[in-house]
């Protein structure tokens, strides 16, 4: 069945960078899309950025400009690359996939936690 596991989170403080992975197995990586949300305490669940089958890669504005989203096909993985951390970007963050035509993430990962301090 479908996997997705987030790893990479962590507490940095504020102006660091960390790097977030999401391995995903049990389906054809190359053909879906791929998101980054984040749900913060509190608040409602946001979504962060997306890449597409071929690469195509769109941010929120919160982000945009600090984030990039990257993935590698040979390793099945997800990234994003997170510079100039905010507090404001303190969030559970998750890695979602679904068929490029839908437009609802079907499958999620279990999240991984960003801290960031002033």
């Known amino acids: 069945q479908v996997q997705l596991v987030e790893s990479g989170g962590g507490s940095v403080q504020a102006g660091g960078s960390l790097r977030l992975s999401c391995a995903a197995s049990?389906?054809?990586?190359?053909?879906?899309?791929m998101g980054w949300f984040r749900q913060a305490p509190g608040k409602e669940r946001e979504w962060v950025s997306s890449i597409t089958s071929i690469s195509t890669t769109t941010y929120a504005n919160s982000v945009k400009g600090r984030f990039t989203i990257t993935k590698d096909n040979s390793k099945n993985t997800l990234y994003l690359q997170m510079n100039s951390l905010k507090p404001e970007d303190t969030a559970m963050y998750y890695c979602a996939a679904r068929v490029c035509w839908a437009k609802a993430f079907d499958y999620w990962g279990q999240g991984t936690q960003v801290t960031v301090s002033s």
């Open positions: 049990g389906y054809t990586f190359t053909s879906y899309c």
